[in-house]
């Protein structure tokens, strides 16, 4: 047992200082005493591991059941690919977006990639001659800027340090180009949804830059190990 002279309480402790005013305590060490702690109650409940496969059994006997009806019944489309697209879709949701521990920008980031390559599969091989393209030329370039607008808003919105998305705000912002490069070959005919997402893109990164000049500078040597 220790004393505090300024409070006055009597302390069960083997710390040197009061954990009230951080005055060094008067009393001698008493080695047969165990200081208690409380139990650690994590604020997530553990995922099973049989919870992840059987989300991924079910997914994969749906996808295989939807094949072979399609093939059962062929009448010269894969019509399966689009309820399998979805399957697939729902799946990455849950997996990567519900049960994963990865931040939440990384889980935007891959989800907005597996739902631009989704539609433009979908676009391809469903969509009639003379209406395709929309995937590319629309969804693509879009989806990409609210994949931007929606991680800033995270950032600015929940006071996240910037540096733990800044990784993800370069490789968007280098996805940005890819619709750019597209319509330099006229692959994307459309071209003010792909001018629009790059923009986007660099009024962030100059912001960014803007207010945090060295500390973005520390970060990417940080990262690339410069």
């Known amino acids: 047992m220790k004393y505090c002279d ?3 309480v009597d ?3 083997n710390q040197k200082y009061c954990p009230l005013c951080h005055q060094v305590l008067q009393g001698e060490h008493d080695d047969t005493w165990i200081e208690p702690y409380p139990k650690f109650i994590p604020l997530r409940r553990e995922i099973l591991p049989l919870t992840k496969k059987i989300i991924l059994f079910i997914t994969i006997v749906a996808i295989v059941t939807l094949l072979v009806i399609n093939l059962t019944v062929w009448e010269g489309k894969l019509w399966s690919l689009i309820p399998i697209g979805s399957i697939l ?3 990455m949701i849950v997996r990567y977006g ?3 521990r990865q931040n939440i920008a990384f889980k935007l980031a891959l989800l907005t990639t597996v739902l631009i390559l989704l539609l ?4 391809q091989q469903f969509t009639e001659d003379g209406y395709k393209g929309w995937a590319i030329n629309y969804v693509t370039p879009l989806a990409l800027l609210s994949c931007n607008v929606a991680i800033s808003a995270i950032i600015w919105i929940r006071r996240i340090d910037f540096r ?3 990784f993800y705000l370069l490789a968007i912002m280098v996805f940005s180009l890819v619709p750019i490069i597209l319509c330099l070959f006229n692959i994307i005919t459309v071209a003010w949804p792909s001018i629009a997402a790059l923009g986007l893109a660099i009024f962030i990164l100059l912001i960014i830059v803007f207010f945090f000049p060295k500390s973005i500078k520390d970060e990417i040597k940080k990262r690339f190990h410069l």
């Open 6 to 8: 300024k409070c006055h």
């Open 120 to 123: 433009n599969m979908i676009d």
């Open 98 to 100: 519900v049960l994963s």
């Open 164 to 166: 733990d998305y800044i």
């Open 89 to 91: 879709y729902v799946f």
């Open 11 to 13: 302390v069960l402790t």
